[in-house]
């Protein structure tokens, strides 16, 4: 367990999904969590579940001074932490013809801000070790109708992460993306889209041949196991990608 140990990671959007999971997974194995969240409730109750030493702090990736605020408090915890994982995002599809301004600005500010935002108040923190993953999904490389902004900002956190890694080198930061598959566990069983949307999302995406309820998914406990392998790579190896995708098998 020595490569198990020690590791202060913090994560963004911690209060349920693939975040909640990967928190559950790195208290079990004896690093320290720290859980950022937009929802106070949903990340303290994650960080009673797990105990101390791991703590929840409020954190909307959409906003700036809440970003600040929550870095300039984790810094008075942890003068030095390990990873940041940029999990939090959101996920709404719609045509180009109907996207309303707020939703535009909220993916954008999410999805794509948000990462950037949040690594650059880490950096103090990470210098000489630390690690930064950029949570990124499938939906890139598929191009699903009207997912095209979702997909689009992860595209662009992918190629910015392709940048930092570069950027970061002298600094001893190394940056991963980890690309994403469907995932789903007991107490995420559906989307909470409006009917209608969701009816649209399926007949537009028939039209072009992709038929979502028929793509496998994974448990989000199954790609935890990912994330651990890229944090504990040794530091003569550098994973700068990796791409999850579910398997039917499982």
């Not at 703590?55 to 008075?76: K, Q, T």
């Not at 794509?112 to 990470?126: H, K, N, Q, T």
């Not at 989307?191 to 998914?217: C, H, S, Y």
Request: glycine fraction near 8%.
């Amino acid at each position: 367990m020595e490569g198990f140990m020690g590791k202060t990671i913090v994560i963004t959007g911690a209060g349920d999904g693939l975040g909640r999971a990967l928190a559950r997974r790195f208290a079990a194995d004896g690093d320290t969590v720290v859980l950022l969240g937009r929802t106070a409730a949903k990340v303290e109750a994650v960080a009673a579940e797990l105990g101390a030493p791991h703590v929840a702090l409020v954190c909307d990736v959409a906003d700036p001074a809440s970003i600040r605020a929550a870095f300039a408090r984790l810094a008075e915890l942890h003068p030095r932490i390990d990873v940041l994982i940029n999990n939090a995002a959101i996920y709404e599809p719609f045509t180009l013809a109907d996207v309303r301004d707020d939703q535009v600005v909220a993916s954008l500010m999410t999805n794509v801000a948000g990462p950037i935002l949040c690594a650059r108040e880490a950096l103090p923190l990470l210098r000489g070790g630390g690690h930064i993953i950029n949570v990124s999904s499938e939906s890139v490389a598929i191009k699903m109708a009207m997912l095209w902004l979702y997909a689009g900002g992860k595209a662009a956190l992918e190629l910015m992460s392709d940048l930092w890694a570069r950027e970061l080198a002298a600094d001893g930061v190394r940056v991963t993306v980890v690309q994403a598959g469907q995932m789903m566990d007991e107490t995420k069983t559906g989307t909470n889209w409006p009917m209608e949307v969701a009816v649209r999302f399926m007949q537009d995406n028939a039209k072009i041949g992709l038929n979502p309820r028929d793509r496998p998914i994974s448990h989000y406990h199954s790609v935890t196991d990912a994330f651990r392998a890229v944090i504990d790579m040794p530091a003569d190896l550098h994973i700068r990608h990796v791409a999850l995708t579910a398997d039917r098998r499982g």
